[in-house]
């Protein structure tokens, strides 16, 4: 039996007590700060080591199939009380590769965990029909996951994310929610830079109130969106956010990164984010594609 196979089957057999606790964690809307990080890598994993003062820790999925294949399981770079959040999206090479035995490997033995899926990719320069295959292809794939994922009695959460941008956009997911009872948005919002950043961050907010408009979710968190300014005029349900640039360079010191500097980061950022409070939402029946067509 493969080191895999055998870490498979231990975990059936048995779970720790904050494997326990972390299984009804990971229902609990991702809230705060989160850093990203990138793995295998020492820095990273030295930073990681003993830091009681991180909840989640977002890692791509590629990464995280490495540090499996390296050490079995997650826990070498976790600590017990870190709960990962998995992001599906990476180069559109690597998405295109993957498999959905790929991914169900890497939940089973990173378990508990929030996984954010992703399949194909998306972008505003597609005809309207290729776009539509592609919401198409994304909402049928998050469906067939979350049936495995129910199947095989996972403990996971998935998190959907977006391929679109546009109202109607969203709207594709209402069944998928509906029938799951999603609650939250995973919001890639990486691609929104560029050389007129600001009004890249003005069609970000835009894009994210469509959503919120077309699906009502309780929880939308931000992916690639810690800077200070990023983070204000959002609509009061982005409620969580992470990134990698900014609290890396808030927690390099001469010695590398330092964990210290951690909390103050966080809490610096999250008074941010909490401004946005006393942001009004519009009414659902306010929104068309006439006005949110960013």
């Known amino acids: 039996m493969s ?42 994993e030295e930073w990681l080591n003993g830091n009681q003062d991180v909840e ?38 690597d998405v295109n590769e993957r498999t959905l035995q790929d991914v169900l490997d890497v939940l089973e033995v990173a378990q508990p965990a929030i996984y954010v899926p992703d399949v194909v990719y998306s972008y505003n320069w597609m005809q309207d029909e290729i776009q ?14 979350q049936e495995l994922v129910i199947d095989h009695d996972l403990d996971i959460r998935l998190i959907p994310t977006n391929k679109g941008w546009k109202y109607k956009h969203f709207m594709e997911y209402q069944e998928l929610y509906d029938d799951f009872d999603y609650e939250e948005f995973a919001f890639y919002a990486v691609q929104y830079t560029g050389g007129d950043a600001g009004n890249a961050s003005n069609v970000l907010r835009s894009h994210v109130r469509n959503v919120i408009a077309a699906l009502d ?12 300014d990023d983070l204000l005029d959002f609509a009061p349900r982005v409620r969580g956010a992470t990134g990698l640039r900014q609290w890396k360079d808030a927690c390099t010191t001469e010695d590398g990164l330092s964990q210290d500097p951690w909390l103050e980061f ?23 594609d006439r006005k949110e067509d960013n």
């Open 217 to 228: 979710p309780e929880d939308v968190f931000l992916i690639g969106r810690l800077a200070e």
């Open 56 to 93: 989640y820790v977002v890692i791509n999925f590629s990464d995280a199939e490495e540090v499996i294949e390296r050490d079995g399981d997650l826990s070498h770079v976790l600590e017990p009380g870190h709960i990962p959040v998995i992001l599906g999206t990476e180069h559109d090479a």
């Open 132 to 145: 539509q295959n592609a919401l198409d292809a994304y909402t049928d794939h998050v469906r067939t996951l």
């Open 3 to 44: 080191s895999h196979a055998e870490t498979r089957e231990l975990r059936r057999g048995q779970q720790t007590i904050h494997e326990a606790v972390n299984s009804h964690r990971i229902y609990e809307p991702v809230r705060g700060i989160h850093p990203r990080v990138e793995l295998p890598d020492q820095k990273y």
């Open 266 to 288: 966080q809490e610096s950022r999250e008074a941010k984010l909490s401004l946005n409070d006393d942001q009004e939402q519009r009414p659902v029946n306010e929104f068309s």
